[in-house]
């Protein structure tokens, strides 16, 4: 075989390894529910890993709720950046790779308006202003779990 063809196998072989990659980052390891969302395939200690950080930041819902409610501002842009983009940096990246794009984006921005609410909070922002901002953040949750599921792939030890 000639190098001509070794270089253009060896290209070719590249450019379909780089579209797999990315299609599987794009759709995740998914399939359609029984219930109409998409299921989003885990091991069961993935999916345990994603539960505990959903019920993280619904305590930061709650700790920013009664912030708020005392007018503690700072309890609340605290908690709220605790659940902030730091809270996502360190998500193993195998993880990342079965969840599905947008999934992607509205994990992150929940995260993302975590640190606004804490932006706001710190600013100096009324109780209206950081209720709303709650309720657009809320709205990015309800919008994920009406969509998805997180489903495993190996079956619970009982």
């Not at 063809?5 to 990315?22: D, E, M």
């Not at 969840?99 to 706001?120: C, M, N, Q, Y």
Request: charged share 20%.
């Amino acid at each position: 075989m000639s190098t001509r063809v070794l270089s253009v196998a060896a290209i070719a072989l590249w450019f379909v390894t780089i579209g797999v990659a990315i299609f599987f980052f794009i759709r995740g390891q998914t399939r359609v529910a029984p219930d109409g969302r998409t299921a989003v395939l885990l091991a069961s200690d993935e999916r345990d890993l994603v539960l505990a950080e959903m019920r993280s930041m619904l305590e930061t819902v709650q700790v920013v709720v009664d912030g708020v409610k005392a007018g503690d501002m700072e309890r609340v842009a605290k908690a709220a950046r605790a659940s902030g983009m730091a809270a996502a940096a360190d998500v193993n990246p195998a993880l990342m790779a079965k969840l599905p794009i947008e999934f992607k984006r509205l994990g992150l921005s929940v995260h993302r308006r975590f640190d606004e609410i804490a932006a706001t909070a710190g600013s100096g922002a009324s109780r209206e202003q950081l209720l709303a901002s709650l309720g657009t953040q809320l709205s990015a949750c309800v919008a994920c779990h009406a969509s998805y599921r997180l489903d495993t792939t190996t079956p619970a030890a009982k």
